[in-house]
């Protein structure tokens, strides 16, 4: 989900088992739990990857990202706590700190943890889970951004990390579903936005398929 492997990255059973300081079985029985839920691809060789990226994919997880996480977060409108809306409250400064002391990955876990809170304050039993699996498949997309951290195109994307974050919590306040879910779709777009034109950039390059 975070988006430390890269897309084609053939994932070696031993060596992520010593990298984990673990034994193989249980690495594969994870390997093949994530394939089962289209977050990783098994060859006909046997070899597990990380599924490459397209435009195509991206586009398709966008529509589908947007449904989901938008009625998570109109639903968690009418169920959210006070203690919920303060636990994100102090993830928005946590994330603040992240982006200026250290570093992508902890901002992307502050990111990926607000974002749950919302969709767990939905009481919903099903859309957490949903959600979840979009989110393993959007993993490879999250290395292309990853890696594109500090170039011209992402300049203001990571200062500007928690604006549409208040935005969502404005409106969770106010039991606004409309405002909460146009705060939720701007934070998804701005992302997949930034990622269509990476990925346009590096099609037109030959980097890969559309």
């Given at each position: 989900?975070?988006?430390?492997?890269?897309?084609?990255?053939?994932?070696?059973?031993?060596?992520?088992?010593?990298?984990?300081?673990?034994?193989?079985?249980?690495?594969?029985?994870?390997?093949?739990?994530?394939?089962?839920?289209?977050?990783?691809?098994?060859?006909?060789?046997?070899?597990?990857?990380?599924?490459?990226?397209?435009?195509?994919?991206?586009?398709?997880l966008r529509v589908a990202r947007i449904a989901l996480e938008g009625l998570a977060a109109e639903l968690a409108c009418e169920r959210i706590?006070?203690?919920?809306?303060?636990?994100?409250?102090?993830?928005?400064?946590?994330?603040?700190?992240?982006?200026?002391?250290?570093?992508?990955?902890?901002?992307?876990?502050?990111n990926q943890e607000f974002h749950f809170l919302i969709y767990r304050a939905s009481q919903s039993t099903v859309l957490p889970h949903l959600i979840e699996n979009l989110w393993l498949q959007f993993g490879p997309y999250m290395r292309v951004?990853?890696?594109?951290?500090?170039?011209?195109?992402?300049?203001?994307?990571?200062?500007?990390?928690?604006?549409?974050?208040?935005?969502?919590?404005?409106?969770?306040?106010?039991?606004?579903?409309?405002?909460?879910?146009?705060?939720?779709?701007?934070?998804?777009?701005?992302?997949?936005?930034?990622?269509?034109?990476?990925?346009?950039?590096?099609?037109?390059?030959?980097?890969?398929?559309?």
């Amino acid at each position: 989900m975070r988006g430390r492997f890269d897309p084609g990255q053939a994932l070696i059973v031993q060596s992520l088992a010593e990298t984990l300081h673990t034994s193989t079985m249980p690495v594969r029985g994870a390997l093949m739990q994530l394939a089962s839920e289209n977050a990783l691809h098994v060859l006909p060789t046997g070899t597990t990857q990380v599924p490459h990226v397209s435009i195509a994919k991206l586009q398709d997880l966008r529509v589908a990202r947007i449904a989901l996480e938008g009625l998570a977060a109109e639903l968690a409108c009418e169920r959210i706590t006070a203690a919920q809306l303060r636990e994100l409250k102090r993830n928005i400064e946590e994330h603040e700190r992240a982006i200026e002391h250290d570093g992508l990955y902890p901002m992307l876990d502050k990111n990926q943890e607000f974002h749950f809170l919302i969709y767990r304050a939905s009481q919903s039993t099903v859309l957490p889970h949903l959600i979840e699996n979009l989110w393993l498949q959007f993993g490879p997309y999250m290395r292309v951004l990853s890696k594109h951290i500090g170039a011209p195109a992402t300049k203001t994307f990571s200062p500007n990390g928690t604006n549409y974050h208040y935005l969502i919590v404005a409106g969770l306040k106010k039991k606004d579903p409309i405002a909460t879910r146009r705060a939720i779709e701007d934070d998804i777009n701005r992302t997949v936005d930034l990622l269509m034109e990476l990925l346009t950039a590096d099609a037109a390059a030959h980097k890969f398929p559309q």
